[in-house]
């Protein structure tokens, strides 16, 4: 009887593990929380200056610079595909503000306004999301 | 971003359009950036409900390690 109960413990045991090393996440980092935080205040900060006449092509590239320094740093982490997928698809929304920027002649304060809210909710989620990470 | 967040956004956006306070592209780029949102929003869900998980098996394991 007490066989059976050991096999069976082992049994689970092992099983658990299995399932455990499906669901392997990275640890919390640092880094990758504060990344996130950088280009989340950044699009905090700058938005006032979308009601100014014209936005600073500067204030455009430096928040892709965060996006981007943000994206690869969190790229190539071991088990992490779920914040690589957040990233990236943040990432793309930063690159759709900087293409309208780079394409369009004229860009109005509204555009302006509604997209950096939507990279500034979108980091806010992925910090929420990154900072219940386990440390 | 919730059902009702997302259709604040949407009528919002549609709103400023119509009084052409949003060009065509504009309005078409400010959707394509909520259809992101949602994917990092059902990406936050799933990873939460991932670490939830991970520290249930992990704490039923360490009960089963000291009973085996």
Do not use: W
Not at chain 1, 9 to 34: I, M, P, R
């Amino acid at each position: 009887m007490k066989k059976t109960i050991a096999t069976i413990s082992v049994a689970l045991l092992l099983s658990g593990c299995t399932v455990l090393e499906s669901l392997k996440l990275a640890k919390f980092d640092t880094n990758e929380y504060g990344s996130v935080v950088d280009l989340r205040s950044y699009a905090q900060v700058v938005t006032p200056f979308c009601d100014e006449q014209s936005f600073d092509y500067d204030l455009v590239m430096q928040l892709h610079m965060l996006s981007t320094s943000m994206f690869n740093y969190a790229q190539f982490l071991p088990n992490n595909s779920d914040t690589i997928e957040m990233v990236k698809a943040l990432h793309e929304i930063v690159q759709q503000f900087k293409a309208k920027y780079d394409t369009q002649g004229f860009v109005s304060n509204n555009y302006c306004r509604l997209k950096l809210q939507q990279i500034e909710r979108s980091a806010r989620r992925i910090q929420e999301a990154i900072g219940s990470k386990n440390r | 971003m919730n059902v009702t967040q997302l259709s604040h956004n949407i009528e919002e956006y549609r709103i400023l359009y119509e009084a052409g306070d949003l060009s065509k592209e504009e309005y078409k780029d400010l959707l394509e950036g909520l259809k992101l949102e949602q994917i990092i929003h059902e990406t936050e869900e799933e990873l939460k409900l991932k670490i939830g998980l991970q520290a249930n098996i992990t704490t039923a394991l360490k009960a089963l390690s000291a009973i085996v």
